[in-house]
């Protein structure tokens, strides 16, 4: 079957993609609207970046019209804004923040999230979460359809008691357990993994043999192409 994507109105679009591209961290994202109430918002368009500046990427749809989400209206007004990630206790809370509440009504206090101070930035984090980016917005794009597309920097990391070794930084996969966003109503958890190790060309000539190594380039010469 092949899809052409000029075809279909934004919801088919967005059915289709947010069903294929699987799973998807969950950003619950806390920022500081005008009158200081907090804001959490669950978004699962959402990712790592670059390390080098440590950059996240933010999808947040608005409404319809040009009326901003809460997230979105207060990130253009501070440049700030708190990714903390969702693990599979905190899960119901996310959920529970996902609802269409008024600007002034704070998610905090009825998903019964506590919250904790910031080291950088003036939004705070969630002290449930296993993890919390405090993060400065990069630069927003405006793609058009609907979403817009915040660029942000982390500045500073908190990670919960227990879940990296503080001289490997390596993560204790037994206490992390992040979810993952499918589609509809369906995520999914994180805790069956399988381990494939990258190699090097080397290795890979080494385990199969200079012989086969060679047959193996004259197909990817042969499979080669010239654009002109």
């Avoid at 608005?62 to 901003?68: A, H, K, L, S």
């Avoid at 958890?189 to 080397?202: D, P």
């Amino acid at each position: 079957m092949d899809l052409d994507l000029a075809a279909l109105d934004r919801n088919a679009r967005y059915k289709l993609l947010s069903a294929l591209i699987v799973p998807r961290p969950i950003a619950l994202v806390t920022t500081l609207g005008p009158e200081g109430v907090v804001n959490a918002a669950p978004y699962s368009f959402f990712n790592l970046f670059s390390q080098d500046p440590a950059l996240v990427v933010l999808g947040i749809e608005r409404r319809e019209g040009p009326v901003q989400k809460d997230t979105g209206r207060n990130i253009e007004a501070t440049g700030e804004l708190v990714v903390n990630l969702v693990d599979e206790d905190l899960a119901e809370q996310m959920n529970i923040c996902a609802i269409d509440f008024p600007p002034e009504v704070s998610e905090i206090a009825i998903a019964g999230l506590c919250l904790a101070p910031s080291r950088v930035v003036r939004p705070p984090r969630i002290a449930q979460a296993p993890a919390a980016l405090e993060c400065r917005r990069f630069v927003t794009l405006l793609p058009g359809g609907g979403r817009e597309l915040v660029v942000a920097e982390i500045l500073a990391v908190h990670v919960g008691d227990g879940l990296v070794d503080p001289t490997t930084l390596k993560i204790d996969l037994e206490r992390f357990r992040p979810v993952g966003r499918l589609f509809g109503n369906l995520y999914c958890r994180t805790r069956e993994r399988f381990e494939l190790r990258r190699k090097n060309y080397q290795e890979w000539l080494a385990e199969r043999g200079e012989g086969e190594a060679e047959g193996e380039r004259s197909k990817v010469g042969a499979s080669t192409f010239t654009l002109r």
